[in-house]
């Protein structure tokens, strides 16, 4: 098994961080350690790493992986930085990635398309690039999807039409181009789309027009 036990390898993980989390050592009991929820059930393994807006920075440790039972991860509002680890495609009961708000770089794992249970991705604000992966279509869990003001390129992946639960997409203030995919108009379930400040060209769909629940549509500022 490459994966240590869980609470050397958060206790590995933790001393990377700045500051190092307050009582993540040897003595403190795992479900203990701030920020580390465990399950209901047995209470020994963790479901839940939430450090939101806690000012840490150091980087996201390919091993939080091992944590296979993790449903929650919550990490905005601080100042991490480097990469999004593939190896984190694992975490197949995830629900809930917050990541947004932070300083990221780097593209978007194509391995990440194995979240199959993730409902919720907010990675907005951050320093993230290259393309959207049109592996992602596999995410179909989806509800809420927000990459704002980050510096994606490329075109809107057709693929992403399988995204039939989603509620809220935001893509705004990115650079992404090309047109509108008329495959969009599968997205039964949105209420919210958010596509402006972008560079995106060409026309509305008219397909589009099947979009029953959609409420909100911003698509100004760009090259239509």
Same mark, same amino acid.
């Given at each position: 098994?490459?994966?240590? /036990? ?13 500051? +190092? ?12 350690? +701030?920020g580390?929820?465990? /399950? ?12 939101? /807006? ?7 440790s390919?091993?939080?992986?091992? $944590?296979?039972? $993790? ?22 009961? $995830? ?19 194995? $979240? ?10 951050? /320093? ?6 049109? @592996? ?5 869990? +989806? ?18 039409s ?23 108009? @599968? ?38």
């Amino acid at each position: 098994d490459p994966c240590p /036990d869980d609470k050397d390898f958060l206790i590995q993980f933790g001393n990377g961080l700045t500051p +190092v989390p307050s009582n993540w050592n040897a003595t403190t009991d795992l479900c203990d350690f +701030v920020g580390i929820t465990c /399950d209901t059930a047995t209470n020994s393994f963790p479901v839940t790493l939430n450090f939101e /807006d806690s000012s840490y920075s150091g980087s996201l440790s390919e091993d939080l992986s091992c $944590l296979a039972e $993790l449903r929650e991860i919550r990490l905005n509002g601080n100042t991490f930085s480097g990469t999004l680890p593939p190896e984190w495609c694992t975490l197949t009961k $995830l629900r809930i990635m917050q990541l947004h708000d932070n300083q990221l770089d780097g593209s978007l794992p194509p391995e990440w398309s194995e $979240l199959v249970s993730t409902e919720v991705m907010f990675l907005q604000n951050n /320093d993230l690039d290259g393309a959207l992966p049109g @592996e992602w279509s596999e995410l179909t869990a +989806v509800t809420d999807l927000r990459m704002q003001g980050n510096s994606f390129t490329g075109t809107l992946p057709a693929f992403w039409s399988t995204f039939s639960n989603l509620e809220t997409m935001r893509l705004e203030e990115n650079s992404l181009n090309g047109t509108l995919p008329s495959e969009w108009s @599968e997205f039964a379930a949105a209420q919210t789309m958010h596509l402006f400040a972008n560079g995106l060209s060409g026309t509305l769909p008219t397909e589009w027009s099947e979009l029953s629940n959609l409420a909100v549509m911003l698509l100004d500022d760009n090259s239509f």
